[in-house]
C-alpha cells in the first residue's frame, strides 16, 4: 500500500461519515446520499496524487463534498423540470417518502424548509446549523467572507423561522 | 427541536459503507470519458435544445417586463404591497432567488455532459438550434 492508498484509508476512515451526513441533509433520500458519498470519495480518490498542502485538508475534502453536492442538485433540477415538476415538489416528496426519517413533524417542517432554500443559503444554513462548522472555516471551504457568510445564515434563518412558525427555535447566530 | 436524530441510516450502515469505499483504490480506473449517446439522452438533448431556442427567441421578441429591468421596480412593489415587511426585503437576497429561479443554460449542458451525451453532440445540437 503506497503513501496516497494509506491518506486514502484515513481520509475514508476519518470523514466518509460526516460527508454521508451532510449530502443527506441535501439530498433528502438515503439512497441518493449513498451514491453521492461513493461519488464524491472516487473524486477524492481520483484527486488526491495531486493534493499538494495549501489547503488543510479537511477544506479541500469539504469543497470536493459541496462542489459534488452542488452539481447533484443541479442535475436534480434538470430532471425534474424533464419529469415536468419542480426541484421544491421533488424534494418534498422524498422527505415525506424517505423511510429512513425519523423525525417528527416539526423536524419534517424544518427539513422541508430548509430543501426551499436558495442553493447558497442552503449551503450555509446546512454547514452551520446540521454540521456546526465554524464561520471561518466555512469561508475557507466556500471561499466567502465570513461577514457574507453570517448575513446568509441570518436570511436563511429568516426565511426558515417565517416558513416555520416564528415560535419555533432553530438557534441564532 | 432535534439536529440530527430525525434521519436514520439502515444498521450497520457505516461499516459497510467505509468497506465499500476502501475498495476505490482497487477499482480499475475509468478507460475513457467518452459514452455512447443513448436514444433517451439524444431526444433530452432534442428537447432541452428546443426549449433554450423558444427562450431565445421570447427573450428577444416579447416585450420587456418591469421585473426584468432593475431591483427598483421591485423595491417600489415590495414597498407598495407592504410597506412595514419592505425594510426586510434584501436586494442580494433577491437577485439570489432569481438566480435560483429557472434553469441555467450551465445546469442543462452540466446534466447533459453527466448523462453522457458528448461535448461534440452538444456542439452539434446547438448549432442544428441556431446557437
Known sequence: MDGVERLFNEIVKDYSERVYWHVRRFVNNHEDADDLVQEIFLKIWTALPSFRGEAQLFTWIWRIATNETLNWIRREKVRAALRFTSIDAEMERRIDSDPFFD???ADRALSKAVAKLPEKQRQVFILRYYDEMPYEQMSEVLGTSVGALKASYHIAQEKVRAALGKDLFIGDD | MSKRNDITTPEGYFGDLQERLLEIPARPARVSTVRRLTPYVAIAASFLVAVMLGNF???????????????????????????????????????????????????????????????????????????
Open chain 2, 57 to 131: 427567441i421570447l427573450s428577444k421578441t416579447a416585450a420587456p417586463s418591469p421585473e426584468d429591468d432593475t431591483w427598483t421596480y421591485v423595491s417600489y412593489l415590495a414597498d407598495a404591497l407592504d410597506p412595514d415587511g419592505a425594510a426586510m426585503f434584501d436586494e442580494t437576497d433577491w437577485y439570489e432567488d432569481q438566480e435560483e429561479s429557472g434553469l441555467s443554460e450551465e445546469d442543462i449542458i452540466n446534466y447533459l455532459l453527466a448523462d453522457g451525451i458528448s461535448v461534440e453532440h452538444l456542439n452539434y445540437l446547438s448549432y442544428e438550434a441556431g446557437y
Open chain 1, 103 to 105: 423525525g417528527d413533524a
